[in-house]
């Protein structure tokens, strides 16, 4: 059973920055789209950053100039790199790893807190 398995989240006041990763346990083919989604209580989950093998990335209008999304494929790892962060971006966030039109298994990570507050 592949696992996802985010870290890096926690408590950081409005500005800062906070590195997301997702550490996936095995290495899945290469039609694999990676993404970041988040959520809030009471509303659906929603992709914030998505990156594929040779496209460009997809980011939310909102984060766009601030969040960066990567991947190291020697470390099965995908990171999400938070700037300038605002207290609209407290969420949960959650990784994925999934495959355009669903013609192969989606993944989902636990889900990390990130919290943005004075």
């Known amino acids: 059973q592949v696992q996802l398995v985010e870290s890096g989240g926690g408590l950081v006041q409005p500005g800062g920055s906070l590195r997301l990763s997702c550490e996936v346990s095995?290495?899945?083919?290469?039609?694999?789209?990676m993404g970041w989604y988040r959520q809030v209580p009471g509303e659906i989950r929603t992709s914030v950053a998505v990156i594929r093998r040779g496209g460009r990335p997809y980011y939310l209008d909102s984060v766009k100039g601030r969040f960066l999304i990567s991947r190291d494929n020697a470390k099965n790892t995908v990171y999400l790199q938070m700037n300038n962060l605002k207290p609209e971006d407290t969420a949960v966030y959650y990784c994925n790893a999934d495959s355009p039109g669903g013609v192969l298994p989606s993944y989902w990570g636990e889900g990390i807190q990130v919290t943005v507050s004075s």
């Open positions: 095995e290495t899945l083919p290469d039609l694999y789209e």
